[in-house]
């Protein structure tokens, strides 16, 4: 996953992410509501900054075991936008190993391969649909291709991700 750490944070209200990419082809076996097939050809997420305070014991156990193990806390929250193949457009899925990642699909099935698609999300909205809240402070973007849980490849091209304030 190709992330980009910004210095200091980004604020978020009214902000708006636009991004594209190119996908040849959907993953055979991706489910994205199966922790063991939840592969997709293209992800493109954004991490948040919150009060970690507001976060379940066993959460905030969970950010300082991985703190000791990577030497950086996990953002508070995550916000992706991917292509699945099958769910229906706008379905939201929370991942299995953490419900501080939320999936947003954007792109659904075969219809579009092998062409450019861009999209333009309001990330305030869209992380207050997904997570109940308002998102704090815009910390990182990371674009992902993932195939390891159905054990097979996938591949995406991805174009500029650009934040524009809304309007």
Do not use: C
């Not at 450019?116 to 402070?137: I, K, M, N, Q, V």
Request: charge should be neutral; hydrophobic fraction near 40%.
């Amino acid at each position: 996953m190709l992330r980009r750490q910004f210095e200091g944070s980004q604020p978020t209200d009214g902000l708006h992410a636009e991004f594209s990419w190119w996908v040849p082809r959907t993953i055979v076996d991706a489910d994205l509501g199966r922790a063991e097939a939840s592969d997709s050809p293209a992800r493109v997420a954004f991490a948040f900054a919150g009060d970690l305070s507001r976060l379940s014991m066993r959460t905030r156990m969970q950010f300082q075991m991985a703190e000791m193990l990577t030497g950086e806390m996990p953002p508070y929250a995550t916000l992706m936008y991917v292509w699945s193949n099958h769910a229906p457009l706008e379905t939201i899925f929370t991942s299995a190993r953490t419900d501080r990642v939320r999936k947003i699909v954007v792109e659904t099935g075969e219809n579009h391969l092998r062409r450019w698609r861009s999209y333009r999300r309001d990330l305030s909205a869209d992380f207050h649909r997904t997570f109940g809240e308002r998102p704090g402070p815009l910390i990182g973007i990371g674009l992902m291709t993932d195939a390891d849980n159905t054990g097979s490849t996938a591949e995406a091209w991805y174009g500029d991700v650009v934040l524009r304030p809304a309007g």
